[in-house]
Every structure is written in C-alpha cells, then in structure tokens.
C-alpha cells in the first residue's frame, strides 16, 4: 500500500516527531530550571504530543504493511537565552515540521495513494494549530518584555494546558 518513497519519507518523518519531542523536553527543563512552571507545562504537552504524533504515524505504517526503522537523533538544544528565544526557536521548529507533513502530502499526491492523503490530512490541519499557538505566545512575550508580572500571568495561564490524546478514527 505504501511506495517504497512514502515509507521511506514516513519513516523519516516517525523519527523526526521522536526528535521534536526531545526538543520540546530540553524546553521543558530550561524553563523548570527558570521556575517558569506553566512554561514547563506547555513544553511538556508539546512532548506528549510529538510523541502521539509520532505513535499514530508508527501504527499507520504498520497497518499499510510497512516496517518503521528507528533512527539515530542528535542531542537538542538544551540553552535558551530567554522564554522569547525558547518560544522562537518552537515556532521556528514547527515550520520545518509544517515543511516536512507538506511533504509528506504531497508524495501521497503524486503517487495518488488515497489513504495516505486522508491520513496526513489530520497532520497538515494539525500543523496550523501548531504554528498559532506559538506565535500567539511569542506575541504576548513582545507585549510583556520585561514586566514581570505579565511572565508570571502568562506562566500561570500556560499551566493550564493540559495534553488531549488524538482521537480514535
């Protein structure tokens, strides 16, 4: 059911959600270490979520009749100057990812493999999301700068996120 070049772009793709959710870890632990905890929080949904992500690409391959292969990832940035410069480099990550599903999609489009279009469809809906969340919280550390008071508002706004497991198709 799936080319050898889609498998092989999905598989890719499987290792690079694997490495998005170590990235979102690694901000997990600066902002931790910044006693920033609805920072942390949101960092940390965004792991779970790159790791469902991830899951659900894993166990479509596998019900396509393709083998996943693990990959060796590099190490994440683990140092940000400012929760500004951890939050740019998020949304500056999920523009590749965003580059990366737009990809995906359109391998599936070229070899008109159906299913794998309705399947990365969920992917490229999610990837607008991912990119606004972001910015939205990029544009409310421009408005706040160096009021500490907005850091903690927003900190405790953050911690509210909690993480939603995709939803059985």
Not at 36 to 42: D, E, I, T, V
């Amino acid at each position: 059911m799936l080319s050898e070049k889609l498998l092989n772009a999905i598989n890719d793709q499987i290792n690079f959600e694997i490495h998005s959710a170590l990235i979102y870890k690694a901000m997990q632990a600066y902002f931790e270490s910044e006693d920033l905890p609805g920072m942390a929080n949101w960092m940390d949904v965004q792991f779970q979520e790159e790791m469902s992500h991830a899951e659900k690409m894993f166990h479509f391959v596998c019900e396509a009749g393709g083998r996943v292969k693990m990959l060796a990832m590099e190490e994440p940035c683990n140092d940000y100057s400012s929760p500004l410069d951890a939050f740019e480099k998020a949304l500056a990550h999920e523009k590749i990812v965003t580059g990366r599903i737009n990809n995906l999609m359109d391998i599936a489009i070229d070899e008109r493999n159906h299913a794998a279009q309705i399947f990365l469809q969920w992917f490229v809906t999610e990837q607008v999301e991912e990119e606004a969340s972001a910015g939205y919280i990029i544009a409310q550390l421009n408005r706040i700068q160096e009021d500490g008071r907005g850091l903690m508002m927003l900190d405790k706004d953050l911690g509210s996120r909690t993480f939603e497991p995709i939803a059985a198709e």
